[in-house]
């Protein structure tokens, strides 16, 4: 499906056609150079200038995989694509010319024709027949033919790696005894490359390309990769082990893949037409993030028997490949593996242990079976296009879900077929020591180790992965799931549970002061700063909730510049399908709903826009996609500080949201007396202040605290005009009118 572009100029268009679809809409391609004029412009550096490593890494990842919906890396702003945003403005009301967020719910592309057949769900397994596995003691005369013997110390026929593999004609074997080699090597078909021992024979590739780039008929085996984070100079992501277009007769296997590691291994494909090899040149603009990229082949490689400890972003990541991992071992690693851009890999009799997401699927369509999932955050994520096949699989504290509720809390995903799932302990005999054998106590014993069975196997031929402990777990520190979250949590949703219906009517009041140019991108290139409102919105509406289902007419002025329109309708929402009958919601809300269990089920009308429904300031709505704050915290965690804040008199917890990054994160200011209700929220920016939601107000309803009156202020965060207001949003809730479980305020 095409990205369609709004046509700037026509603001009254603009402003409908945010409301009312794609007819709007006039398509535009991007024009040949396009990326390359923003280059020469330094608009890329502009976008990393104020950033730390953490928020550079991740626009790095949007222009190389399009993914914007997001926006960044916590879904801070919708636009921070090339350059990060002057200040605030409702992309959903003002005619912002691209919006994922948008593009992503509104329309049917996460119900592409990539998802029209699935794979077969017990596709053939290939964990033997590659000769001898790796145990970390041979030697150089174990083997026949010619042997090629690397040496750092010079007692072996060369020093390094790559000089033996320049030596090395196809079927020889290059043996590499331990030592710490500081390189990044390329392979050619047909060579075996053979470390003594996993665990003393390291491979750091002091972040250039990759540790090792792939070939065809090769067996890697027997070596810790190490030195793999990001590359800030050169914007790459450097992995372990790069795979390119490579097939099945590539195996990795019995290795160990370690370190602050953006990626361990990376199976992709060459695109149509070739893959630029600059990264500049890859760059994915937003107005064409939702295209499906065309690739030229399908990696195929065989990932087995290795250990994945405490790496960053994917352990494994597959674009557009259909990889077979098996027999590995996955521990404390912030992502396990991770699939875009309609991978098909075959996932499984692996262990995954304490990881923060197990499985990150997003537009593919993976086989997932026979795997062990313990004690991990997520045990998998949905989202994005995706169709998984899911059998026979144990998960122990590692949730299937594929997004977040109506209130923040995490909604689950249905495995398809299902069959043969189970959901217990799988008492494995010793993880934190390095042993993840099934117990003989175990309640899946009897189906263990073997093929059909759960978990990894040992068995001749197979090989096993190397031994780690795990005793700490890098995703426990990213993720923050401290004691004190997880307190607060349960405290907002026993609060929460008492509320079976919610009635409420209640006004939108919001205006700014900014008028911002931005090219085709949605980058904000200039700005000025009136004294008058340059656009705004009036909105009034009667809202009916109970539980997860809502209804409300409401009524809508807006205005940009010289240029208005009024609006009017009603939305319903029944728990999977927002349902629209008129008003210009109507054309957008016609794809809406999930029956496939493909993406997330969206339930706004204002996706990316200023919070329009009253439970959003009831549960302290904060971001682009008025997403709740305690959402966030089930994701990523938090910071709870020792120290208390008085804010309107009443002392409160202060959680900083997330633990990680400095120049963006968000400090919720939360009363413990209502329930943890937020009494102010800040969103910061590149160290400044953004957003800032306070003037609470609260009255009670059958004994729940109920807000009535919630600003947000709007702050500029570019100089000259930092610190400038530039937008507020006043929601105004009339008393009388609030309910809850049928009681009035006061009751």
Known sequence: MCRNILTPLLLVA??????????????????????????????????????????????????????????????????????????????????????????????????????????????????????????????????????????????????????????????????VR???????????????????????????????????????????????????????????????????????????????????????????????GGTPVNPLDRYIPPERALDPVEFASDSGPRIIGNTFSGMGVRAIHCVHASPEIANNVFIGNVKAVGMTMRSRPFIHHNVFYRNGISLAISRSMPVTAYNIMLKNAWGQRVAEGSRPVIHHNVAWESPWQRGF?????????????????????????????????????????????????????????????PALPCSDSRADGVYGQSDAVRAILTAVDRQNERIKSLEASFSVEYRCWMEVKQDRSGNQISARIAETPFSGTDYRARVFQSLDKRQKSYVMGMFAGEKSLADSGTVFFDGERVRVPGGYFKTDSRLIGDPLQVGERPARENIGGIPLDYDQYLNGAIGPGGTFWYGYLRMRGGQVRPEKTKVDGCECVVVRYPRTGDDQYYLFYLDPKLGYRPRKLEQYLEGRIFRRIDGYRYETAGGIPLPIAVTVTDYAVKDPHAGTVVGRCVMTAEPASLKVNGKPLGK
């Open 14 to 175: 603009a402003l409908a056609g945010c409301m009312g679809g794609n007819r709007l809409k006039e398509r535009q391609e991007t024009p040949s150079g396009y990326a390359d004029s923003f280059i020469h412009n330094g608009a890329r550096r502009e976008a990393g200038k104020n950033a730390d490593r953490c928020t550079r890494c991740h626009l790095v990842w949007n222009w190389e995989y399009g993914s914007y919906r997001d926006g960044d890396r916590f879904g801070l702003t919708g636009d921070y694509t090339l350059r990060s945003p002057i200040g605030y403005t409702d992309p959903w009301r003002l005619g912002v010319s691209a919006n994922t967020f948008r593009e992503y719910y509104y329309t049917g592309w996460w119900n592409g024709p990539w998802l029209e057949g699935r794979v077969e769900a017990n596709p053939e397994m290939y964990l033997d027949g590659y000769g001898p596995v790796n145990e970390g003691r041979s030697k150089p005369e174990d083997f026949k033919g010619t042997v090629v013997v690397v040496d750092s110390s010079g007692a072996g026929d060369v020093r390094t790696i790559q000089e033996g593999l320049n030596r090395a004609s196809r079927g020889d074997l290059v043996f």
């Open 178 to 272: 331990p030592g710490t080699y500081r390189e990044s090597v390329r392979l050619r078909d047909g060579i075996r490359l053979w470390g003594a021992d996993p665990k003393t024979t390291i491979l750091d590739c002091v972040g250039r390309e990759a540790g090792i780039i792939a070939a065809n008929d090769c067996d890697i085996s027997g070596f810790t990769f190490t030195g793999t984070g990001m590359t800030d100079k050169s914007d790459m992501f450097p992995a372990g082990v790069r795979v390119l277009d490579c097939d099945a007769s590539l195996v990795i296997r019995g290795n160990i893949f370690t370190g602050d590691a953006v990626f361990g291994v990376l199976v992709e494909n060459s695109r149509e």
């Open 405 to 465: 509720g109506e209130d923040g809390s995490p909604r689950a995903h249905v495995p398809f077929p299902g069959t043969g799932e189970q959901t217990v302990d799988p008492m494995l005999v010793s993880p934190e020591k390095g042993d993840y054998r099934i117990s003989l106590k175990s309640p899946v014993k009897p189906l263990s180790n073997t093929k059909s069975g759960y978990g990894l196997i040992k068995g001749y031929g197979i090989q096993y992965p």
